[in-house]
């Protein structure tokens, strides 16, 4: 895997409790902090060499599988408990989660944009979710109907995750962003991806950190 933090940024919107993440590719056409280089290729070149992908990806502990409905008990025990949205709006409830799944679902590019469950290769129990997805310009929250099989969302791209209470604190966030920051490079051959976090969230700010994310501003 190339190095990937060679140029890193950190944008700050209007609203200061929101902060944006930006990592480039060593590559990249952007020679200094604020320049921001295209966020990929062409995509007639990327879907030429690049046929469908097997979605199905690995890591050292973990198993990453494109998120399905059968994973709505994984959804239901991480999206009603509210200290896992503590930031991202709050608990929902079961007939919510059910309803929002197909979204949740939709994946599109070459297979590489949509989200997966996180599974232990282990134990085989589900973790959580880690995703690459559209990032909402205007919106509150990501656009699914940008997710269309064989096209690549315009805009940039954001990595992002959640995990279920009991599998905080293990590394199981780092090690499943890092594997997609590398199918974003690798596969997608994106010049760069993004990050997001509310101020005062610090465990998803480590998380970011140790992934190869630089805070600044």
Known sequence: MQVLCERLE????EDPTFAVCVIVLANSPASDYGQKAPNRLDCGWLFAHYPVMNPVLYS???KLTPLDTSDVDLA???FTDPDVLKFAGGAMSAD????EMSNWIKRGGNGC????CITD???GEK???VALLPMPVEEDDTDYSLLVPGQMPSGDIEVGYFLKRSAWGKGYATEACRRLIQVAFEELRLTEVVATFEVGNHASQNVLEKTGFVARG
Request: aromatic share 4%; proline share 0%.
């Open 127 to 129: 973790m959580g979710s």
């Open 121 to 123: 290769r282990g134990s």
């Open 60 to 62: 050292d502990r973990l």
């Open 113 to 116: 944009i949509g989200v997966w």
């Open 76 to 78: 239901t025990e991480m």
């Open 10 to 13: 950190v944008l700050v919107k």
């Open 96 to 99: 919510e989660i059910r309803e």
